[in-house]
């Protein structure tokens, strides 16, 4: 599968069969490793002049946001697979690939009626978007809500002793906890051990000798316990901030450590089941948008063509995918069958001496309309 492609219409002065064929044999003929399409537009509602002359400036932007949207919804759908680790399923249109739907291009006269202005056509595709873009918005805010609960929890089991939650660390018969008597946690920096050791007993009164007993240690820090009489806690807390020692707070309570293990089996359950819904989602509405950008680049071509060439509309578009070497190649082919007279149709001055015509999304100027269209 190409991930970008030309999308072309080329001026038909007699047949557009005739046109065709004759680009078949050119691209066979000198450039042989160029898929070539038929891009099938039907005959819109052309409308006046100054109509299509007003839709030509809206267009280029427009094309950009939903072509933007597009890309958006597949950058969420490869981040949640790589997250969920799922094998990547190929985007499709209505079960068909997104390059063979390009390809095969047919407008769906249902939703888009070939007699209704084309500006009202070009609203409701943008509105069709914009909408999938704010339900993308608030579903992808509600998922990463999710997450970052999560990751908060996470942290907080995994990060280092000064901020984890402990309660996995102490069990109940380290706690002391009596009429006159109570247990601390002591967080002590690694290369601090012996001063604590040595120090705790006589950073304030009524401290039980030998009664630190270390419960667990990480990369950074050391946990101690230490107990001595309630009324002197506080003074306990501040001697012990002086030395660089952190006193942590915790009440041991297997009822809310069971709370915390079933709210973290909601979380991750929640994830889950959000992560697959919102992954459904992507894959419909990236089908949706994508044959939204198809119809809208047919009506691109449409109006392009009509400013480039006249009326009545008698153009042949067509779909190219032509390697990166092959570009000039196939540039050159084009160019050879148009009728060069027709390119200067509807530019102003400043066009003709050497600016682009219209909506050409190309940098460089060419005598017939053509724009990129980048799947990735």
Known sequence: MASRYWVVSLPVQNSATSLWNRLQEQISKHSFDTPLYRFNVPNLRVGTLDSLLSLSDDLQKSNSFVEGVSHKIRRQIEELERVSGVESNALSVDGVP???YLTRFAWDEAKYPTMSPLRETVDSIHSQVSKIEDDLKVRVAEYNNVRSQLNA???KQSGSLAVRDLSNLVKSEDIITSEHLVTLLAVVPKYSQKDWLAS??????????????????????????VTLFG?????FRTAARE????????????????????????LIEDQGSMRSSLL?????????????????????????SI?????????????????????????TILEGLCDTANSTYWKTE???????????????????????????
């Open 280 to 304: 459904q989602w992507c894959y419909n509405s990236y089908g949706e948008v994508f044959s939204a950008w198809m119809h809208f680049c047919a009506v691109r071509v449409f109006t392009e």
């Open 350 to 376: 400043d066009e003709v001496g050497g600016g682009v015509a219209g909506l050409a999304g190309d940098a460089d100027s060419h005598p017939y309309v053509s724009f990129t269209i980048n799947l990735v």
């Open 200 to 225: 705790y007993e006589t950073l304030t009164s009524y401290v039980v000798p030998r009664s630190s007993k270390k419960l667990f240690e990480d990369n950074e820090y050391a946990l101690y316990t």
């Open 231 to 235: 009324r002197v806690a506080d003074n």
């Open 243 to 266: 030395k660089g020692f952190q006193i942590r707070d915790f009440e041991h309570s297997p009822e809310a450590q069971e709370s915390r293990k079933q709210e973290l089996e909601k």
């Open 307 to 331: 400013l480039r060439y006249g009326l009545p509309p008698s153009f042949l578009a067509c779909v190219l995918a032509p390697s990166v070497k092959s570009e000039k190649k196939v540039r």
């Open 98 to 100: 997104v390059d063979s």
């Open 153 to 155: 929890i996470n942290r």
